[in-house]
């Protein structure tokens, strides 16, 4: 039975695509290129519904809830599906069950970190990076302060040991979920009344909530590990990388993002945005008409 967010996706289609690991739930539509969409916390797919139909125009638009999130369960619980690593894999596993050898990847948020982990584990699948709100996780750590810990108090309170994050988000997760997308957003009246239910829904389930905090728990260990081996190997992303962040935000104790997405790749490009931290949904034409540009220049 299609959810009532999926009025916000015209003509995609609905599946359930399933890999070793994870039974992925999908929305895809369009022809031509293959573009695959990451969202972020405390989301589902349907955060990208401002972006994903007009993509869907020139290309194959393919929008997965991430391993854990929204409605993709995780099969196998010893297979640290949290890991940015493991969900990067299962992801190009799910793409390549769909036919898609070669595509670009757009991740916002915590799927801008399963997108650079694709990018930097399949060279030969990833034609180009999207990184919406992102750098990379070590230069998060070594960035972080009291203002950061005040800001993002969940990248620390939802990478505690099991069960302690679990137990405390139980208590009212409505109240959490609201709280959260106020401060990303300004103002939680910006998202479409049917993606915010979508997104509640979805935090009411306490599968999802774990499967939220395995993933920060990977973000504050496997993950951090996984990218300082690369970045120590200067091992780079070779393809056209494109960024988009928050006006006026800073990471890593001040850079600015390009500055630090100089050291993961031979080149990137991209700019700030207003409209917070949710710039899928609250920058929407912006960021369509920065991307279509990039885009076209990849087809050339």
């Known amino acids: 039975m299609l959810r009532p967010a999926n009025q916000l996706f015209s003509g995609f289609e609905d599946n359930c695509i399933s890999t070793e690991n994870v039974d992925f739930a999908v929305l895809s539509k369009g022809t031509g290129p293959a573009i695959l969409l990451l969202h972020g916390y405390p989301e589902t797919r349907t955060a990208w519904h401002r972006i994903a139909p007009e993509l869907a125009e020139t290309h194959t638009v393919i929008v997965p809830d991430l391993p854990g999130y929204g409605r993709s369960r995780v099969k ?38 399963v997108a650079y982990r694709m990018a930097l584990d399949f060279p030969q699948t990833i034609t180009a990076l999207v990184s919406v709100t992102v750098v990379p996780t070590p230069e998060m750590w070594e960035g972080a302060s009291k203002a950061f810990g005040m800001g993002a108090w969940h990248w620390f309170m939802m990478a505690q040991p099991y069960p302690l994050p679990e137990n405390l988000m139980a208590g009212n997760p409505r109240f959490l979920i609201d ?122």
């Open 179 to 300: 709280t959260t997308l106020q401060k990303m957003t300004g103002n939680i009246d910006l998202l479409d009344p049917l993606a915010l239910d979508d997104y509640r829904t979805a935090f009411d389930d306490p599968d999802v909530r774990h499967g939220i905090c395995e993933d920060y728990r990977a973000g504050a260990s496997v993950d951090e590990a996984d990218d300082l081996a690369d970045r120590n190997q200067a091992n780079k992303i070779h393809v056209p990388v494109l960024v988009f962040w928050e006006e006026g935000r800073r990471y890593g104790g001040g850079r600015e993002p390009l500055n630090i997405w100089a050291d993961w790749t031979d080149f990137a490009e991209g700019q700030p945005l207003t409209g917070g931290h949710l710039l899928p949904e609250t920058a929407a034409p912006a960021l369509l008409k920065a991307l279509h540009p990039f885009l076209r220049k990849l087809e050339q």
């Open 76 to 113: 196998n619980s010893t297979a640290n599906m949290g890991s940015k690593r493991a969900m990067a894999k299962s992801l190009h596993e799910m793409m390549q069950v769909l036919g898609h050898n070669k595509f670009t990847v757009i991740g916002h948020d915590r799927g801008g970190r």
